[in-house]
């Protein structure tokens, strides 16, 4: 078991609402990252952060937003939710932008 | 820009085959190089990374610079090797932003 968690592991919405995914770094690291990942456009980085700022981005949506937390814990909101949205998102983390990143189960998003 | 590129979305080999996982990149900079492996239902996970240059249940891979590839090699393929394998590539020299390939499913035929 790697150590990351992440909650909810299904999430189930409608177009249009808001929904955040959360996730629980592995003990010690300082680095979270978030990732989308659909069947056609398989695993995209979305956003990095280390140790409550913003480190890195990637293709993330200006709906789409993150944050970590002064426990190092991270959140991912999704707004005006589409039907394209619909994928899983997995967090990993890592002690620094240099160390191997351990992923979470992931969430998997439905939109409908 | 940074990409990688994965061009096999399915690659089947028989058991005791050689395998050879392509990965090609494109980065400007000083690339770090991973891959990653998913198991059937299990998570994603780091299987290697070309700056340790060490092997991982019998898989390897070496950093092409002139040939800007990642090439994922195994002499003798198992069937406990099927799953899903990704490469990634990251900058080095700060915080940089990691991008995976699309990912190939190796299947291992017994």
């Known amino acids: 078991d790697s150590g990351v968690t992440q909650t909810p592991k299904h999430l189930i919405t409608a177009t249009g609402q808001r929904v955040t995914l959360r996730c629980s770094p592995r003990s010690g690291d300082l680095s979270v990252y978030w990732y989308q990942q659909s069947l056609d456009q398989g695993l995209q980085f979305l956003i990095q952060y280390y140790n409550g700022e913003e480190r890195a981005k990637g293709n993330i949506l200006e709906r789409f937003s993150a944050q970590q937390f002064p426990d190092l814990h991270s959140e991912l909101n999704l707004s005006s939710l589409e039907l394209g949205d619909s994928a899983l998102y997995f967090c990993?983390?890592?002690?620094?932008?240099?160390?191997?990143?351990?992923f979470g189960p992931g969430t998997r998003l439905t939109v409908l | 820009a940074q990409r990688v590129t994965q061009p096999e979305k399915l690659l089947s080999v028989f058991k005791g085959a050689p395998v050879e996982l392509k990965c090609n990149y494109s980065?400007?900079?000083?690339?770090?190089l991973f891959w990653y492996v998913q198991y059937s239902r299990q998570r994603l996970q780091l299987l290697l990374r070309h700056i340790s240059r060490e092997s991982i249940k019998g898989f390897t891979a070496d950093l092409n610079k002139g040939e800007t590839s990642f090439h994922l090699k195994k002499p003798f393929a198992q069937e406990e090797d099927s799953a899903m394998y990704y490469c990634?590539?990251?900058?080095?020299?700060?915080?940089?932003?990691?991008?995976f390939g699309t990912g190939t499913k190796l299947q291992v035929i017994p």
């Open positions: 980065y400007s900079g000083s690339p770090e």
């Open positions: 990634a590539l990251g900058g080095s020299g700060g915080y940089q932003k990691v991008t």
């Open positions: 990993a983390s890592s002690q620094s932008s240099y160390n191997e990143q351990f």
